[in-house]
């Protein structure tokens, strides 16, 4: 008599997405981060939640003539982001989130490299430390163009493109896989994602 194979009971796997979005100011990635996560059914972890509480409790005013990033980068701010950050994104399952740790470690390169060689180097080996908890990360590139204000970036477009450069450089000199966006619509970028991610 044969023996009747029995169903398995488990259910498939659930997929554990960490998506960390990678880019400098202006290239929409917040918001495909807002439009992703509600795609993906996950945390939203928005950028402008820390940065906006530092900005409003050290009195920064945009159109002093100050630069946001260089205030930012300064007083200890830096790393008071980074740990924030790394705080935020420990204590999500899963997540996608407009601000990785590269893009922190690309800031601080810019603004720190002629000024703060200790604190650039102890930021760096925190972000690189961290980097892989990311299961993806997605870079959304630089476009030449000018960039839309929001009082909370610098609208230069070549201070941008140096962030991009430099971006590109830490996860090319980590050896971090990631994957650049070619659509640049918020609906054309989600379903190239969702694509990549086999959804």
């Keep these: 008599m044969s023996k009747k194979k029995r169903k398995s009971s488990k259910r498939p796997k659930q997929r554990i997405f960490r998506i960390g979005l990678v880019g400098c100011a202006g290239t929409g990635k917040s918001i495909l981060a807002a439009a992703l996560s509600e795609s993906l059914g996950v945390s939203l972890l928005s950028a402008k939640v820390i940065t906006q509480d530092i900005l409003d409790r050290d009195g920064f005013v945009y159109g002093s003539g100050a630069q946001i990033e260089r205030f930012l980068a300064h007083g200890g701010r830096q790393k008071e982001i980074l740990k924030k950050t790394i705080a935020s994104h420990e204590a999500r399952r899963a997540f996608v989130t407009d601000r990785t740790t590269v ?3 690309a800031y601080a390169v810019c603004e720190l490299h002629d000024q703060d060689h200790s604190a650039l180097t102890e930021i760096q080996k925190e972000c690189h430390r961290f980097v892989r ?4 990360l997605f870079l959304c ?3 030449p163009g000018p960039i839309r204000g929001n009082e909370k970036r610098t609208l230069n477009p070549w201070y941008q493109f140096m962030i991009h450069a430099v971006q590109r450089g830490i996860l090319d000199d980590w050896g971090i896989s990631y994957l650049v966006l070619e659509s ?4 054309e970028r989600i379903k190239e994602i969702r694509g990549l991610l086999d959804l």
């Design 103 to 105: 893009d922190l470690a």
């Design 133 to 136: 908890r990311y299961t993806h």
């Design 141 to 143: 590139p630089w476009l």
């Design 184 to 187: 640049t619509g918020v609906k």
